[in-house]
């Protein structure tokens, strides 16, 4: 599965982005993804996960209750909305996809196809 990656930019705390992952490959359709991040100088981390069906989602502590993940399986893309942004969100945004396996993940060795990343600034 090759995977896209767009929508990132500079947004003012509190507000809005909106990131999307293309996917080419008919294994996007029985496969979990993800999304994780990396701020400069800091490794790599989990933000965001969605089963096959798009029916089960987790996200990291730090996002959970601003952040959605969801997936549209015609169009095979995958979304993360951000909500009430904040400057520790800056980072470069990955998307990630488990081939063939239906369960998302937190951990980023379980995924095998990732994006090239889109960048994220908060910022006032």
């Known amino acids: 599965v090759q995977l896209q990656a767009s929508g990132g930019g500079l947004v003012q705390p509190g507000g809005s982005l909106r990131l999307s992952c293309a996917a080419s490959g008919r294994a996007f359709d029985n496969s979990a993804s993800g999304w994780f991040r990396q701020a400069p100088g800091k490794e790599r981390e989990f933000v965001a996960t969605?089963?096959?069906?798009?029916?089960?989602?987790t996200y990291a502590d730090s996002v959970r209750g601003r952040f959605t993940i969801s997936r549209d399986g015609a169009k095979r893309t995958m979304y993360l909305q951000m909500n009430n942004l904040k400057p520790e969100d800056t980072a470069v945004y990955y998307c990630a996809v488990r081939t063939n396996h239906y369960s998302g993940s937190s951990a980023a060795t379980d995924y095998d196809s990732w994006g090239q990343g889109t960048l994220v600034t908060v910022s006032s």
């Open positions: 969605i089963n096959w069906r798009g029916v089960s989602t």
